[in-house]
């Protein structure tokens, strides 16, 4: 195993999590949604920075979300975004912190598709097998074992992962 992904869809509470992603991730989670950056950070000679401008509150996009976004990435171009608190509206957010993300949406809202677009986007092209494995499995799971296989190519890849999952305990 070399990427290191792991996975989990907690579906009582409408929420996942992976680790070592980027932060350009998130953007499939935000695209058409109100939200409301909390905060934006990252690391400059070893200390940490707030991109967000201290002297201004922060406020909600509602409107032109793709603005926002896209100067998000063109102005952060050069340092990257380390860890980042988002709130979504209906009690839903989005936690990004040094490769690690979380997102939880209301429980009326699907994850389903960015969330397969996100796993297809690493490598995983067997994602809707990924999605409906972790509906009925809570605990998080090592993807690396189906890293670009296709669907037709799992055969015992997802006892396995719950086997060496036993194993770490």
């Known amino acids: ?12 509470n409408n929420s996942f999590s992976i680790n070592s992603v980027d ?18 950070n990252t690391l400059i000679n070893n200390a940490e920075k707030s991109f967000l401008n201290e002297n201004e509150p922060t406020t909600w996009i509602v409107n032109d979300h793709h603005i ?8 952060h171009d050069e ?3 380390f860890s980042a608190e988002i709130e979504l509206e209906n009690d839903g957010y989005i936690f ?8 939880k949406y209301p429980h009326n809202e ?29 605990e998080v799971i090592p993807l690396d074992f189906i890293l670009c296989k296709e669907e ?13 999952n036993e194993s770490l305990e």
Not at 96 to 103: A, H, I, N, P, Y
């Open 79 to 81: 340092s990257s975004i």
């Open 23 to 40: 932060f350009l991730f998130v953007l499939p989670f935000l695209r058409g949604r109100n939200f409301h950056v909390k905060a934006l």
């Open 152 to 164: 037709k190519d799992i055969t015992d890849e997802f006892e396995r992962m719950i086997k060496h």
């Open 68 to 75: 926002f976004l896209s100067s998000l990435l063109e102005d």
């Open 96 to 103: 990004f912190s040094f490769g690690r993300l979380s997102v």
């Open 1 to 12: 195993m070399a990427v290191g992904h792991w996975f989990s869809y907690n579906k009582s």
């Open 110 to 138: 699907s994850l389903k598709e960015p969330t397969i677009d996100m796993l297809m986007a690493n490598g995983y092209f067997a994602a809707n097998l990924i999605w409906d494995f972790c509906n009925g499995y809570p």
